[in-house]
């Protein structure tokens, strides 16, 4: 899978990087929510999610970095000001890695990339939500010193799902 010469790197997202958002959009999606979030939602939600709609968002200055592994969009992040008021103001609204490369140290690094540009920002703190049933994700961020300071309960169709918000100061 990688060898001693491959490269790996964090950057930003350009509007060429839509279709393969896509792909890792479906597939760590898929992974990270079948059998939490009812499955025609899901679907829904990920169809939603069009190269057209990556490279709207691209190009109107969303904050997207793409984890890159020689040449190959294997993950993504999303962040910026928090979206809620609170005492964090950054926050990563969304940070996910292509199944295959998860468990490799590869989202640390994509996590780690996004504190540091938010550090740029002189925004303090960071804030990250995930439903509580992701047990994956509660653990990823748990490792991080991410802690829980507060919850609440989406509705998804009929199904309430309970999320979290983990911080860190």
């Not at 597939?27 to 059998?35: I, L, P, V």
């Not at 025609?40 to 999610?49: A, F, G, S, V, W």
Request: hydrophobic share 45%.
């Amino acid at each position: 899978m990688l060898g001693a010469s491959s490269h790996v790197g964090v950057r930003a997202a350009q509007r060429s990087d839509a279709e393969a958002l896509v792909g890792v959009f479906d597939e760590s999606w898929r992974n990270a929510y079948a059998g939490i979030i009812p499955h025609l939602h899901l679907d829904l939600m990920i169809r939603r999610r069009t190269a057209t709609w990556w490279r709207r968002v691209i190009a109107a200055g969303e904050s997207i970095s793409v984890l890159e592994i020689d040449g190959k969009i294997v993950g993504y992040a999303t962040f910026g000001p928090a979206r809620h008021r609170c005492k964090h103001q950054g926050e990563i609204y969304e940070l996910y890695i292509t199944p295959i490369y998860q468990g490799l140290g590869f989202g640390e690094l994509l996590f780690e990339s996004c504190r540091h540009e938010l550090d740029l920002r002189s925004l303090n703190g960071l804030i990250i939500w995930a439903l509580i049933d992701n047990t994956s994700a509660i653990d990823f961020y748990w490792r991080r010193g991410g802690r829980p300071v507060a919850s609440t309960i989406d509705r998804i169709g009929r199904a309430k799902l309970e999320k979290v918000a983990l911080a860190w100061s």
